[in-house]
């Protein structure tokens, strides 16, 4: 059971969202940065140095127009905003189906804060941890952090969050840490979900996998899936975890994003993106569902599987030019076709 929160009805308004999201008729997620601001001070991000900035009170519209199967509330740090249960609430009031997760860093969080988010309509909750001890509050710039996180977080879950699950970055430097990590958060009634350091935030490759540590990576995700049977808490799928050290070893990423297609991100201030590091695609007004162009990468996916074999290696030389190692060149805009027709 993901949560206990999922009923009937929610099986009955999710279940045609679902279809039609396969379809391509609606993002699959909506990634909504209610603030970029940040407590922390991580060396491989930069949303800490934001200054002031513009936010919308109210995101309903938004969602209603892009009517994502599910949504992640993110920042920066999101309990920076003191309005954030109300937030949620109203989204949760107005849209029939809308699974929402929050990611936070853990540092203000609270019993209170938490359970007020978890009661206003959150589904899933979600804090960031990578390393166990004080290494996390070295990588992550703030002192007391694991302390505290360890303080906070099966208390919530002896409350009455039972879904809480810990984000966990593989790095160059936690990998001795992954699999105790799984126990850990075992033992506090929790789950683990893990993603792939990338630099593309602000360049800083430093926490990258490297090829002297491949060997090492690829035990460490032996023993996951054996602790995903054994413990039950990994969220992965095993195609995932099956495809990181690929992924660590290609240059360029793997092929196949969806980011703009099933994924779109939103601003604070109502902006949308295809990605979080990526080119703005225009206000939230303006956008049109299913009208985002696809990457160079993604057309030439298409043209490989349609048989186009040296149009395809054209556009794959083309996507890796563009977008570089970290991906912040600018990307070709193939305006005239829908992405849904490359799918």
């Not at 694991?146 to 009455?160: C, N, Q, R, S």
């Not at 809480?164 to 850990?184: A, G, K, T, W, Y």
């Amino acid at each position: 059971m993901i949560t206990s929160k999922i009923g009937w009805r929610e099986v009955f308004y999710g279940t045609p969202k679902f279809f039609l999201m396969k379809m391509g008729r609606r993002p699959f997620t909506v990634h909504l940065e209610v603030t970029k601001n940040c407590d922390l001070h991580c060396n491989f991000c930069d949303y800490w140095q934001t200054g002031k900035e513009t936010r919308l009170d109210d995101y309903v519209a938004i969602l209603e127009k892009l009517d994502p199967l599910t949504l992640v509330i993110t920042g920066g740090e999101p309990l920076i905003r003191k309005d954030l249960p109300q937030i949620i609430a109203r989204i949760k009031a107005r849209i029939k189906f809308i699974y929402i997760s929050m990611i936070t860093s853990g540092y203000l969080l609270t019993i209170e804060k938490g359970l007020a988010a978890w009661n206003a309509g959150l589904d899933h909750f979600s804090i960031s941890l990578d390393f166990l001890g004080e290494e996390h509050d070295r990588n992550r710039g703030r002192v007391g952090l694991f302390a505290h996180i360890a303080d906070v977080a099966p208390k919530l879950v002896a409350a009455e969050v039972d879904n809480l699950v810990f984000n966990s970055v593989i790095m160059e430097d936690n990998l001795d840490h992954l699999v105790p990590l799984v126990r850990q958060a075992k033992a506090w009634g929790a789950k683990v979900s893990f993603s792939t350091y990338n630099a593309r935030k602000n360049g800083n490759v430093t926490h990258r996998v490297t090829a002297q540590n491949m060997a090492k990576l690829e035990n460490v995700i032996v023993d996951l899936l054996r602790l995903k049977r054994e413990l039950r808490n990994i969220t992965n799928s095993d195609y995932y975890l099956k495809k990181i050290p690929e992924y660590f070893r290609a240059e360029t990423g793997i092929s196949g994003c969806v980011a703009g297609r099933k994924l779109i991100q939103v601003t604070p201030d109502g902006y949308l993106k295809r990605c979080a590091d990526k080119e703005v695609l225009g206000y939230w007004t303006e956008f049109q569902p299913g009208t985002v162009p696809p990457t160079a990468a993604q057309v030439g996916a298409s043209l490989f599987y349609q048989g186009w074999f040296l149009l395809a290696v054209l556009f794959a030389w083309g996507a890796i030019i563009l977008d570089g190692a970290d991906g912040k060149l600018a990307r070709v805009k193939l305006m005239t076709s829908p992405a849904g027709k490359f799918e």
